[in-house]
């Protein structure tokens, strides 16, 4: 079966960098994938790997290391409107979501 | 481009009562597709997940069913409703073949009372 994990809560600054982290164990592995989803909204794709390392999209990158079964999102200069939730999701035959990270922009 | 429907918005129903969620795409072909559950401050279950017209595979044993009977239609369903089916109900779809994105339709909050 699959298992993913997310630190349930963070907060952070308005324009400062923020990292969230998601570990892993599964039977199968694709890929890790990043969702973003605002209270009452549907969740958005943000980012992909399949391989080790760093994907950058603007203000956002995610990082892979399949040997350490790990992955963060990265997100910096943070505004207000970032406040949402952020989910890691495992490939294989299907999309199985992690816990997901709430993150608040403060002032 | 590519949309996908899924409605209603909101859903009270009474528990006993049957269920029927839909969910369509339009602008692509043989979609693969997937309905979620989320619980009020949670992350997304995966309930069912389709690659083709009939082929659907089912993830958690539930007192749901889910059933493609044409290519860009995914439908969720029950017979008799619980208390505990009350969630968000997403529905989900990605390029033929491959699911690194999915896209996900507005979702459906359901309560059973």
């Known amino acids: 079966g699959q298992s993913l994990e997310q630190p349930s809560e963070v907060t952070a600054v308005e324009g400062a960098i923020v990292q969230m982290n998601c570990t892993y164990q599964?039977?199968?592995?694709?890929?890790l994938s990043w969702y973003q989803q605002h209270d009452g909204g549907a969740p958005t794709f943000l980012s992909y790997?399949?391989?080790?390392g760093l994907e950058e999209t603007g203000r956002f990158s995610s990082f892979l290391s399949r040997s350490d079964s790990y992955g963060y999102l990265l997100l910096q200069e943070l505004q207000m409107k970032d406040s949402a939730s952020y989910f890691c999701?495992?490939?294989?035959?299907?999309?199985?979501f992690g816990t997901g990270t709430k993150l608040q922009v403060i002032p | 481009s590519q949309t996908i429907h899924q409605w209603p918005a909101t859903l009270v129903q009474p528990v006993g009562s049957p269920l029927s969620l839909e969910c369509t795409v339009e602008?692509?072909?043989?979609?693969?597709l997937y309905w979620y559950r989320q619980a009020a401050g949670r992350g997304l279950q995966l309930l069912f997940y389709?690659?083709?017209?009939?082929?659907i595979s089912s993830e958690v044993p539930q007192n749901l069913s889910a059933s493609r009977p044409q290519d860009r239609q995914f439908i969720l369903s029950s017979k008799k409703l619980l208390l505990s089916d009350s969630g968000f109900y997403l529905c989900?779809?990605?390029?033929?073949?491959?699911?690194?994105?999915?896209?996900f339709g507005s979702g459906t909050q359901l309560s059973v009372l």
């Open positions: 989900a779809w990605s390029v033929a073949g491959t699911n690194e994105k999915l896209f």
């Open positions: 599964t039977s199968g592995f694709y890929g």
């Open positions: 790997n399949a391989l080790d």
């Open positions: 999701a495992v490939q294989d035959q299907k999309v199985t």
């Open positions: 602008g692509t072909s043989n979609p693969n």
């Open positions: 389709s690659v083709g017209i009939g082929q």
